[in-house]
């Protein structure tokens, strides 16, 4: 093995980790890069990936995270605030009084953690040309960030972009697969 | 510039089951429909050098033949069965080409020239009057001969149909496959297909400068959509808007030194113009609604661009410096996407019918519509420098493939790449 791929594999190893412990991390903290997180609440299971012992002298680590969502709001199932999917009518950017709950959760949560910060995936589906779907779901995130702002969030703490139809599931055949790519997904920073 | 990728495999059907397939091919061409007349016309393979020369050089003939053919306006001729081949005029026996029932001839020939070049001749010929229509010599490199077998083709078009010719030019469209998305730019025949850009993220709404110099873009690879422009000889790039929210609709202005473009900074999609060197950004229209899909009318006095300020969203203009915007459809559940014919008097756009997006042509001399396009959900339309033909995205067995149409509505094309993706097309300017 030469050294260029001892490197690369080292190298993935630890963006493997730090991409792993930013998953289980609470939106305000940024860690340095690194193996190990020491910080309350994290910690992680490691243990050496099976079947990669060879020649190299290197053992892969991989971190197992999902044993600890339950310290972290945003990923426990059972919390509302790891709901993050909101569904629109076709051609409309009204948000529907279903989504109003999951909204107003993710709205207390970033006036308690001024730091937080999400981002507003605006979505269509593909029926209608790229350019207008773009504006449509540019629309919908706009949509959905006034909701937030008038249940006290700061502008500083929303991004609103589009992805139009880009990120669709395409050749739907039912109206419930159309359904499902028009949405705005809730993400928040450093996730 | 990047590498030329002959990986093109091309399928040609004319009424009958006449099938072409030259091989390492990718993109399928298949016609229907034509004009009622048809000018029957043989091209006779040219002369050439007996020397290892690439068998390009024997193409010339088949390239002029298939340019002429998928116009629909052309019925060319088998000239396989005739002994004869005459490479001037001088040795024509035009009673031979008649028997052929003939009305036009097309013959050629190619040599070598010092400093590895090739002089390219040919005559078109009236075999009824037995005269000579045309004829040119063209002093080339050699990876120009398939460009110089479109010009032959342009004007054997124009000199007997009295429209430009459009074979000498190129199309943009975007190909995704297997989870990349890639810019493409190949000749008018789909044949010779060079990548401009490629990127894991969505690439969008590709638009020539008039010049056909430089092409401008969304890319989405920096998780948002960002408007650049590339120079398609030397590959650079110019961001060209990346403000807050998304950059997106690129237009170029007729005299290709404005863009119109599509920016959300504010909050909904707004039509702005800024300079080509992403300087001087003007807010051109100002509403509550979505306003999108920028395009100038050739006279560079308006920009059309679509809307859903009324309720639908439906085309509307408004003066290039500003001002007040108005209405210019009202027909079907939507319209959207307007394109301008070269001339200013039609006006391509993609109509929505109950949920069926399909391509549109409205006169605008006359305000009369004409459904161009019988698919579902059909998008982007372009028109041919010359106006006489339209190409435009659709869907055929769940994958995108290019169509193209002529304004008349009477031939049919359909361009599609087996196991790729292909949409957004973008039809370039005629090459000088």
């Known amino acids: 093995m030469t050294k260029g791929m001892l490197n690369k594999k080292l190298l993935g190893s630890l963006l493997l980790a730090v991409m792993l412990s930013a998953c289980k991390s609470t939106p305000m903290v940024d860690k340095p890069a690194g193996v190990e997180d020491k910080s309350p609440g994290a910690s992680s299971v490691t243990k050496p990936a099976s079947g990669t012992a060879d020649t190299s002298g290197v053992k892969e680590v991989v971190i ?28 409309s950017d009204a948000v529907k009084a279903e989504f109003r709950p999951l909204i107003e959760a993710h709205a207390k949560y970033l006036v308690a953690n001024g730091n937080a910060k999400l981002i507003l995936q605006g979505n269509t589906d593909e029926r209608g040309t790229r350019e207008y779907n773009l504006s449509l779901g540019q629309r919908r ?9 008038l249940l006290g969030v700061q502008d500083k703490q929303i991004e609103t972009v589009s992805f139009g139809e880009e990120k669709a599931t395409a050749n739907c055949a039912v109206e419930t697969c159309h359904q499902a790519n028009r949405r705005v997904d809730i993400a928040y920073e450093n996730e | 510039m990047n590498k030329l990728r002959p990986v093109l495999f091309f399928v040609i059907s004319l009424f009958t089951s006449l099938i072409i397939s030259p091989a390492n091919a990718a993109l399928e061409i298949e016609i229907s429909g034509g004009s009622a007349q048809q000018i029957p016309i043989a091209v006779v393979p040219f002369g050439t050098l007996p020397v290892g020369q690439s068998s390009n050089v024997a193409q010339v003939s088949n390239i002029i033949g298939a340019d002429l ?40 020939n190619i040599e070598g020239l010092p400093g590895n070049r090739l002089k390219v001749s040919f005559k078109l010929a009236d075999v009824l009057k037995q005269t000579q229509l045309a004829g040119m010599e063209y002093n080339i490199a050699p990876n120009q001969l398939r460009m110089t077998a479109h010009k032959i083709a342009d004007v054997i078009y124009q000199k007997l149909t009295g429209e430009a010719g459009i074979f000498a030019s190129r199309i943009a469209y975007i190909n995704k496959s297997k989870g990349r998305y890639t810019l493409q730019v190949a000749d008018a025949d789909g044949e010779n297909p060079q990548t401009v850009v490629s990127s894991n993220e969505p690439i969008i709404s590709p638009a020539w400068s008039p010049d056909g110099s430089k092409i401008a873009y969304v890319s989405f690879e920096k998780k948002k959509p960002i408007i650049f422009v590339q120079s398609l000889m030397t590959g650079q790039r110019l961001t060209l808007a990346n403000f807050k929210g998304n950059n997106s609709a690129p237009a170029w202005s007729p005299d290709g030194t404005k863009l119109a473009i599509v920016l959300t900074y504010a909050a909904n999609s707004q039509v702005y113009t800024i300079n080509a060197d992403g300087t001087g950004l003007k807010q ?5 609604a979505i306003d999108t899909e920028p395009t100038w009318s050739p006279d560079a006095k308006w920009v059309y661009f679509s809307s859903d300020r009324g309720g639908r969203p439906q085309i509307y203009k408004v003066s290039s410096i500003g001002g007040e915007a108005q209405r ?7 319209n959207l996407s307007p394109r301008f014919s070269p001339d200013g008097k039609l006006l391509a756009m993609i109509r929505n019918d109950g949920g069926k997006y399909r391509v549109a042509l409205q006169d605008l001399t006359n305000g009369q519509v004409q459904l161009l396009s019988e698919g579902g959900q059909d998008e982007s339309p372009s028109f041919a420098p010359n106006g006489r033909v339209l190409l435009y995205a659709t869907r055929t067995g769940g994958r995108g493939a290019l169509a193209a149409v002529s304004s008349d509505g009477r031939v049919k094309q359909r361009l599609s790449e087996s196991g790729g993706d292909i949409r957004e097309p973008a039809w370039g300017p005629l090459l000088n």
């Open chain 1, 141 to 149: 995130s706009v949509s959905v960030k006034k909701s937030f702002n």
């Open chain 2, 284 to 288: 051109l229209t100002k509403s509550s």
């Open chain 1, 64 to 91: 197992d995270s999902h044993a600890n969502n339950g310290n972290n709001p945003l990923k426990d199932p059972n919390n509302i605030l790891s709901k993050r999917n909101i569904y629109f009518d076709f051609d």
């Open chain 2, 69 to 108: 053919r998928r116009s629909g306006l052309f019925r060319v001729l088998e000239t396989g069965g005739v002994v004869n081949r005459p490479t001037d005029i001088a040795q024509v026996k035009y009673a031979e080409w008649a028997a052929l029932q003939a009305q036009a001839l097309v013959v050629g």
């Open chain 2, 328 to 334: 210019v459809t009202f027909e079907g559940t939507g």
